[in-house]
């Protein structure tokens, strides 16, 4: 049975920085794409990264250059390192990994960052 447990959120100042972490069981990082979704109370669930197996990262416009996905084979876990932390970062991020059709299928329960101004 596929486990994604995240961990790593917490409350910072704006600026400030957090990395949260994705720990699978009964899934292999790396074989499949995986990313990092969030949602703000009110809102809808939004994309954040992703991680390809073909190497090539991808970020929504509102978090790039700030935020980094990155995995750990050995460990068997997603990263998710984020820096210059705003206020409306502020949010329940998640986990997800791909199924073989490279589609997200699997969901961690998440974890809280708010970013306080």
């Known amino acids: 049975q596929v486990q994604l447990v995240e961990s790593g959120g917490g409350s910072v100042q704006a600026g400030g920085s957090l990395r949260l972490s994705c720990a699978a069981s009964?899934?292999?990082?790396?074989?499949?794409?995986m990313g990092w979704f969030r949602q703000a109370p009110g809102k809808q669930r939004e994309w954040v990264s992703s991680?390809?197996?073909?190497?090539?990262?991808t970020y929504a416009g509102s978090v790039k250059g700030r935020f980094t996905i990155s995995e750990d084979n050995a460990k068997n876990t997603l990263y998710l390192q984020m820096n210059s932390l705003k206020p409306d970062d502020t949010a329940m991020y998640y986990c997800?990994?791909?199924?073989?059709?490279?589609?997200?299928?699997?969901w961690g329960q998440g974890t809280q960052v708010t970013v306080s101004s």
């Open positions: 991680f390809s197996t073909y190497g090539r990262n």
């Open positions: 009964g899934y292999a990082v790396g074989r499949y794409c």
């Open positions: 997800a990994g791909c199924n073989q059709r490279q589609e997200f299928d699997y």
